[in-house]
């Protein structure tokens, strides 16, 4: 049995991690599967959404504490193996989305924090468990907190150590959507299908500007709108897009 499921139906791929009997804790395997599928999903024009979820009862239980690091520091240890992984998600031309069942702990939380958008179970959380063996949370989750929270609030979550229910996620920005576990699966896919009608040239650019818009002027917000704006207006979905205006219709975006 794989570690990793990747399916591709059309515009949406659909990642599962799959090692319910570990609650998908990241081991090596499922590491290397990921940045494949990843690589494998990039290159296919065809697809403009990714669904990551997890099997079993939970999305993801973190690192696979039974893993040996092969004499490597946790140092190198994250910045070899997760730091590409996560990096590799955010710059995606893609749209990624976390569903998130059980729960989303560690490094798996981290997982699901660096897609694009996340949609979460009513009875799902997201588990910072680091302070109580020590740690601070890695991954880039300061980073994400820090954006979403502010650095009061931030601080506070960390500190504390605390599983974030789903409803407060969504309160806080860090998911866009709770649901009942049973319609999360539906209702993620129903999302997934509203994106792939969009302009994916525009959304890949997006995508680009929500990853830089943090600690940039307006002016210079501006600018980098406008170095976006740019090739998208010389672009043919551009000029199907005007065109599917004045007709009435919807416009058929190709991603040229």
């Known amino acids: 049995m794989s570690d990793l499921l990747l399916e591709i139906d059309g515009p949406v791929a659909r990642v599962t991690l799959n090692r319910p009997q570990a609650f998908n804790a990241l081991n090596a395997g499922i590491r290397d599967a990921m940045r494949a599928a990843i690589a494998t999903i990039d290159a296919d024009d065809a697809v403009r959404v990714v669904i990551l979820s997890g099997a079993g009862r939970g999305f993801c239980a973190g690192t696979d504490l039974a893993e040996n690091l092969g004499g490597q520091s946790t140092t190198d240890f994250i910045l070899r193996e997760y730091q590409p992984l996560l990096s590799a998600i955010a710059a995606s031309p893609k749209l990624w989305i976390a569903q998130v069942h059980g729960s989303a702990a560690g490094i798996g939380a981290a997982l ?14 997201l588990y910072l468990a680091f302070a109580a063996i020590g740690l ?13 929270l502010g650095p009061r609030h931030a601080l506070q979550t960390i500190l504390e150590g605390r599983r974030i229910p789903a409803d407060e996620a969504v309160a806080r920005g860090l998911a866009n959507a709770a649901h009942p576990e ?20 525009a959304a890949a650019a997006a995508k680009r500007l929500m990853r830089v818009m943090d600690g940039l002027s307006l002016d210079a917000a501006i600018a980098a709108e406008a170095q976006e704006q740019g090739p998208l207006a010389r672009s043919a979905d551009a000029r199907e897009g005007m065109t599917a205006f004045f007709e009435k219709r919807a416009p058929v975006f190709r991603g040229a």
Do not use: K, S
Not at 112 to 125: F, G, H, K, P, S
Not at 186 to 201: D, H, K, N, V, Y
């Open 112 to 125: 699901a924090l660096v897609c694009d958008l996340m949609t979460i179970a009513e009875t799902a959380t």
């Open 136 to 148: 601070v949370p890695d991954g880039g989750t300061t980073w994400q907190l820090h954006r979403a």
């Open 182 to 201: 049973a319609e999360l699966a539906p209702e993620t896919a129903a999302l997934a299908l509203r994106l792939t009608r969009g302009a994916p040239l």
